[in-house]
T-cell receptor, first 113, second 114 residues
Framework: DSGVTQTPKHLITATGQRVTLRCSPR?????VYWYQQSLDQGLQFLIQ???????AKGNILERFSAQQFPDLHSELNLSSLELGDSALYFC????????????FGEGSRLTVL | DQQVKQNSPSLSVQEGRISILNCDYT??????FLWYKKYPAEGPTFLIS?????DKNEDGRFTVFLNKSAKHLSLHIVPSQPGDSAVYFC?????????????FGKGTSLLVTP
């Protein structure tokens, strides 16, 4: 158990819909990262927050947004969903925004039909 | 643009033998490298890391080698055990004031057979 909690574990929705994925980091971790893993793809970095502020941005689509709240939990919002958005979405956390060991949650599997 | 590449999608090794997983990167700014291990239905877990100031780091049965001139790193597992069967991801990052996001490869699925 990494200490990172993601909900929901599974989500099935239709094209055009909007969903929110939630992540609670490990206790004491200030930094949260979101990654997307599509079929046969590696983990694609989407976005990082540190103590409530956006720290780094990766290949995140404009239809996607995220935020980190004062209690440090984070939400990833995916809108106008397309079939290609079907993927595993992982949240990870670390103590600071620096140095690389991240602790990953079990992921949220999104299926868009 | 895939900056971290794992060109072998899968590898099968007999128990007790050495497993060698390879990783190449293209970004010369990367200065910290990690290996993660992932079992089905679980998130990736950190295995071992190496800084660019070193060329080798060892932790029990796991050793990571870094060849900066070739932009190549490898993970050696000796001896391999059936419980090592998992997907292994190579990751790299560049020290940055704006973050420390990891760039991952696509993973290599290791199967250790008895």
């Amino acid at each position: 158990d990494s200490g990172v909690t993601q909900t929901p574990k599974h989500l099935i929705t239709a094209t055009g819909q909007r969903v929110t994925l939630r992540c609670s980091p490990r206790s004491g971790d200030l930094s949260v990262y979101w990654y997307q893993q599509s079929l046969d793809q590696g983990l694609q970095f989407l976005i990082q927050y540190y103590n409530g502020e956006e720290r780094a941005k990766g290949n995140i689509l404009e239809r996607f947004s995220a935020q980190q709240f004062p209690d440090l939990h984070s939400e990833l919002n995916l809108s106008s969903l397309e079939l290609g958005d079907s993927a595993l979405y992982f949240c990870a956390s670390s103590v600071s925004g620096a140095t690389g060991e991240l602790f990953f949650g079990e992921g949220s599997r999104l299926t868009v039909l | 643009d895939q900056q971290v590449k794992q060109n072998s999608p899968s590898l099968s090794v007999q128990e007790g033998r050495i497993s060698i997983l390879n990783c190449d990167y293209t970004n010369s700014m990367f200065d910290y490298f990690l290996w993660y291990k992932k079992y089905p239905a679980e998130g990736p877990t950190f295995l071992i890391s190496i800084s660019s100031i070193k060329d080798k780091n060892e932790d029990g049965r796991f050793t990571v080698f870094l060849n900066k001139s070739a932009k190549h790193l490898s993970l050696h597992i000796v001896p391999s055990q059936p419980g090592d069967s998992a997907v292994y991801f190579c990751a790299a990052s560049a020290t940055s004031n704006s973050g420390y996001a990891l760039n991952f490869g696509k993973g290599t699925s290791l199967l250790v057979t008895p």
